[in-house]
């Protein structure tokens, strides 16, 4: 696995999330449509890639699931998926991952945790030490490492 500093990446990864924005938006006007991830957390180490945060009604994720598929996107597999959260990669050559996620569910954690980053330089810091330190790992043991970092950090909000 390897890591960009923000500046290698998040001025590609802006253009990007608002070119999706608007797509999404026109498809699902009522969408709350965010960025998340590194890309959007200030001075964030990131592997380059962009999530976005998709939310819509509870009664309206699989229809937006669906809508999503036509900018192709598809529903990643290995991840968790509830009625209130479904997440999809790009079957383009492009690094972007949706996270659809019902409006008001536990699943809004996304956005907590990057204005929980954003609000204290600290965590930021050692969230980019946690990534540097996992260079070169395998995929899956990155991820377990940064989950268990993740859930620290939401456990003391």
Not at 59 to 83: C, M, Y
Not at 120 to 149: D, H, T, V
């Amino acid at each position: 696995m390897k890591f960009y500093r923000a500046d290698q990446y998040q001025a590609s990864c802006e253009a990007l999330f608002f070119r999706y924005k608007r797509e999404i938006q026109q498809l699902l006007s009522d969408a709350i449509i965010e960025h998340i991830g590194a890309y959007s957390i200030p001075k964030a180490v990131s592997k380059g890639d962009l999530d976005i945060f998709v939310g819509v009604e509870a009664n309206e994720l699989e229809l937006a699931v669906q809508i999503l598929t036509t900018l192709g996107f598809q529903e990643k597999v290995d991840t968790l998926r509830t009625s209130e959260l479904c997440m999809l990669e790009s079957t383009a050559d492009e690094e972007v991952a949706c996270q659809v996620v019902s409006n008001g569910s536990e699943f809004e954690c996304f956005l907590v945790f990057r204005d929980t980053l954003r609000a204290n330089s600290s965590l930021i810091q050692e969230y980019n030490e946690l990534k540097m330190s996992c260079e070169g790992w395998p995929q899956e043991e990155y991820r377990r490492k940064k989950s268990a970092f993740v859930k620290q950090v939401l456990a003391q909000i």
